[in-house]
């Protein structure tokens, strides 16, 4: 069993930045693909990154490429969204999840862990 706690969201201005971070329990987190999620008011919820388990993978949702960077720190159980340049539209609850397999994907059934998201709020 993992579990995952988002923590970082908050409300910025547009053009601001944030990082989100997600600490994770359990021993094994090093084999685990990340990925952040979103999910906006009404909309459903949809990929935003992901990183494979020794970060030599990672893959973006093109709304955010070139703007968010994710990475890990798997001495920490850590992994991170860095966000820049937010617009609006990047407003959302932000979950991080866990893949139990070597892959990477942006399908979020793919994803066997999920943390409680956290509220990124990107003022105009």
């Given at each position: 069993?993992?579990?995952?706690?988002?923590?970082?969201?908050g409300l910025?201005?547009a053009g601001?930045?944030?990082?989100?971070?997600?600490?994770?329990?359990?021993?094994?987190?090093?084999?685990?693909?990340?990925?952040?999620?979103?999910?906006?008011?009404?909309?459903?919820?949809?990929?935003?990154?992901?990183?494979?388990?020794?970060?030599?993978?990672?893959?973006?949702?093109?709304?955010?490429?070139?703007?968010?960077?994710?990475?890990?720190?798997?001495?920490?159980?850590?992994?991170?969204?860095?966000?820049?340049?937010?617009?609006?539209?990047?407003?959302?609850?932000?979950?991080?999840?866990?893949?139990?397999?070597?892959?990477?994907t942006q399908?979020?059934?793919?994803?066997?862990?999920?943390?409680?998201?956290?509220?990124?709020?990107?003022?105009?």
């Amino acid at each position: 069993q993992v579990q995952l706690v988002e923590s970082g969201g908050g409300l910025v201005q547009a053009g601001g930045s944030l990082r989100l971070s997600c600490l994770a329990s359990g021993r094994t987190f090093s084999s685990y693909t990340m990925g952040w999620f979103r999910q906006a008011p009404g909309k459903e919820r949809e990929f935003v990154a992901a990183i494979n388990w020794n970060s030599l993978n990672t893959y973006y949702a093109d709304s955010v490429k070139g703007r968010f960077t994710v990475s890990r720190d798997n001495a920490k159980n850590t992994v991170y969204l860095q966000m820049n340049s937010l617009k609006p539209e990047d407003t959302a609850v932000y979950y991080c999840a866990a893949d139990q397999s070597y892959g990477i994907t942006q399908n979020p059934y793919a994803y066997d862990y999920w943390g409680q998201g956290t509220q990124v709020t990107v003022s105009s």
